[in-house]
Nanobody, 125 residues
Framework: QLQLVESGGGLVQPGESLRLSCKVS????????IYWFRQAPGKEREGVSC????????NYGDSVKGRFTISRDRAKNTVYLQMNSLKAEDTANYYCAFTFTGDDSCGFYHIMKAWGKGTLVTVSS
């Protein structure tokens, strides 16, 4: 059973940091392109970050470049999204997802095979 479970969301103030986790099961991170997406109320879903199966390629959306970092712990089957210098516009539900059929661009246009249920991040003073 393919499963992704996000955690780590919460309420933080602007400028603070938060780390999201995505625990996966039923597949290996060694063969999957793992993604983070987000969706704010009333807005379209946005690609946040992607990591290739080998971990060598990491892609970020323009709005988070330089502030967010994707990483993984293979032993724990977990992918992380470290979010620094958070802004009010980062407020959204954050979802992790994966596909086996990505490419070296780690583009956000690929169709995902499975999704997590999301974790809410609220940035507000």
């Amino acid at each position: 059973q393919l499963q992704l479970v996000e955690s780590g969301g919460g309420l933080v103030q602007p400028g603070e940091s938060l780390r999201l986790s995505c625990k996966v099961s039923g597949f290996s991170l060694d063969y999957a392109y793992i993604y983070w997406f987000r969706q704010a109320p009333g807005k379209e879903r946005e690609g946040v970050s992607c990591m290739s199966p080998g971990g060598l390629i990491r892609n970020y959306g323009d709005s988070v470049k330089g502030r967010f970092t994707i990483s993984r712990d293979r032993a724990k089957n977990t992918v992380y999204l470290q979010m620094n210098s958070l802004k009010a516009e980062d407020t959204a539900n954050y979802y992790c997802a994966f596909t086996f059929t990505g490419d070296d661009s780690c583009g956000f246009y690929h169709i995902m095979k499975a999704w997590g249920k999301g974790t809410l991040v609220t940035v507000s003073s």
